[in-house]
């Protein structure tokens, strides 16, 4: 493949994830009070192994706790060392507010902040579960949350569990570092580690969340065995990268992605050389001559550096430590995690804007557009993402911006897990939200944008005010939410009363479509990704 071509690509994947950080520059997210959590009494105190915490019944006797700490404050000289184990307390502490949310700019503006403000110290996690029970132990739902590995909450309403609690499920959601606090990589840091890695501290988090959940689940009615993962975006990409890391491929049971793998194009890892250089040019960005130096800046002066031009994102790591290896090499060669997965993604991930940017949808930018990113493969290209009308630029551009932004990896991570003799589930959601209650500059978009399936998925329409949420919403957010249930409970997301749901095979793949009318049919424009599939089988990455 040509280097224009690679770098014409490469442009395009930043230019497709732009979008996602632009959609709400101001006002940046929304806090509420964290001095008045939801409920209606406390529960009885429950025994983890670092001590007793005690959290609050809500409506309908789902028990709620909230910022649980799973490992040590990451600060001082824990700042870029992997998660140590949580101290413990005497005493029952307070589980009924949730802990600080990790250091991170404001960006998105649909995060819907719970938390007890912004820290370093964030590693915490919350639970809910079902009313106390006698008999058996319940399925485990881990999630992690989404925001491109630099902003995110656990506290976030999308994200609360007390919906899928009632459907007896113990539900957890997990902090896990951000930004330039989880990820930073640095030849100090390499040397300093008797494992000779750095970076992918927000990743080793959530194994040490992972390993918490493990341990202290039962206490709450869960069962160890049973412990599914999942999560959204970014979310999506941990579950990926968790799968093929094998300090917690044997810890879990299922999985659940949501628009995104961590394979290339999206946020493929980088070898630790590559990492290192980043890791060097920021210190010279912050004026920090050594690892101490970087150690000793404040917070929130790291946090202003990183919203400077090119300082704002770093790369996962294949370190020797958490990966051994690319997790599509990893799948590819049958070491993953061997567990059922249930994963999709939306059908308006990213628009024809990603592709064309300002310039207007007419056949000629459209087919300008193509060459400039797959060069001597852009014929091929044209054919699988024919556009003769406008019209079609828009729906031929949507879809190859949407598949180059996220939805082409999560596509091979299912197409890897499903050739390694798993069961696969995959879907394509197509619910479109209804029109804001408050219009905004531009018309709502025609599809279903990056993200909006999450308050479907969990159970949590009431949670997001923004929306006149109608009947169609309520129904497509129960069938989702059962599948999701099911799917937790027996690694699949058959149920009563539910449109059958086939397993994916590359022989014959199926699809379900999520909409007011679910059904199943045959996976749409799978010459399109088996093309990407070659050309990104060409392509050098970084």
């Known amino acids: 493949m040509p280097m224009r071509a690679w770098r014409a690509c490469a442009a395009l994947c930043a230019a497709l994830a732009a979008p996602l950080a632009l959609q709400a520059q101001t006002p940046g997210p929304r806090h509420l009070d964290p001095e008045s959590p939801p409920g209606a009494g406390s529960t009885a105190p429950v025994r983890t192994a670092a001590g007793l915490v005690a959290g609050t019944v809500l409506p309908g006797g789902v028990r709620a706790f909230r910022g649980i700490p799973f490992a040590a404050p990451p600060v001082g000289a824990l700042r870029w060392r992997p998660p140590r184990p949580v101290r413990p307390w005497r005493g029952v502490r307070d589980g009924t507010r949730f802990g600080a949310q990790c ?7 649909d995060m819907v902040f719970r938390s007890a403000g912004m820290s370093e110290d964030c590693l915490y996690l919350n639970v809910w579960a079902p009313a106390v029970r006698e008999a058996r132990r319940l399925p485990v739902l881990l999630y992690f949350f989404g925001g491109g590995y630099v902003a995110g909450d656990g506290s976030e309403l999308r994200y609360d569990g007390a919906s899928l609690a009632r459907r007896d499920i113990v539900v957890v959601t997990a902090n896990y570092r951000l930004g330039v606090f989880g990820f930073l990589a640095h030849p100090e840091l390499t040397r300093e580690s008797p494992r000779h890695a750095s970076g992918d501290y927000g990743l080793l988090d959530q194994v040490a969340a992972l390993e918490w959940v493990r341990r202290n689940v039962a206490a709450f009615g869960g069962d160890p ?5 999942g999560g959204e975006s970014a979310g999506s990409l941990s579950v990926s990268a968790l799968m093929a890391s094998p300090l917690s491929r044997r ?11 961590m394979i290339y194009p999206t946020f493929a890892p980088v070898t630790l050389a590559a990492a290192e250089a980043r890791g ?5 960005s912050a004026g920090a001559r050594s690892l101490a130096a970087l150690r000793a800046m404040p917070a929130e002066s790291l946090l202003d550096v990183t919203g400077r031009p090119g300082n704002g994102r770093f790369p996962t790591v294949v370190d020797g430590w958490f990966l051994s290896g690319k997790p599509a090499d990893v799948f590819a060669s049958g070491q993953g995690a061997r567990v059922p997965l249930l994963a999709g993604w939306n059908t308006e991930e990213s628009s024809w804007q990603g592709l064309l940017g300002d310039s207007q949808p007419t056949p000629e930018n459209y087919a300008a557009a193509v060459r400039r990113v797959f060069g001597s493969h852009a014929d091929e290209a044209l054919a699988l993402f024919p556009a003769a009308t406008s019209e079609q630029v828009e729906e031929s551009g ?14 091979k991570w299912a197409d890897l897990q499903a050739g390694a003799g798993q069961a696969v589930y995959r879907y394509l959601y197509a619910h479109p939200r209804p029109a804001p209650k408050v219009p905004g500059p531009n018309p709502p978009p025609a599809g279903a944008v990056h993200s909006a399936e999450i308050e479907y998925a969990l159970g949590n329409l009431e949670t997001n005010d923004v929306y006149p949420w109608s009947a169609d919403d309520d129904s497509v957010s129960a069938t989702m939410e059962a599948y999701f249930a099911d799917f937790v409970k027996t690694g699949n997301p058959n149920g009563a009363g539910l449109p059958a749901w086939p397993a994916y095979t590359a022989g ?8 007011v009318r679910s059904h199943a049919e045959d996976a749409p424009h799978e010459d399109g990704f088996r093309f990407l599939e070659r050309f990104y089988s060409a392509a050098p990455e970084r």
Do not use: K, N
């Open 508 to 515: 014959q793949p199926r699809v379900m479509v999520l909409d």
């Open 398 to 411: 949507t879809l190859l911006a949407g598949a180059t932004f996220i939805a082409y990896s999560t596509w």
């Open 280 to 284: 060097v040019a920021f210190a010279d």
């Open 251 to 261: 810890l879990i049971a299922g999985a659940i992605g949501e628009s995104g793998a």
């Open 103 to 109: 250091m991170q700019r404001p960006i998105f503006s």
């Open 225 to 229: 065995r049973r412990i599914t993962i």
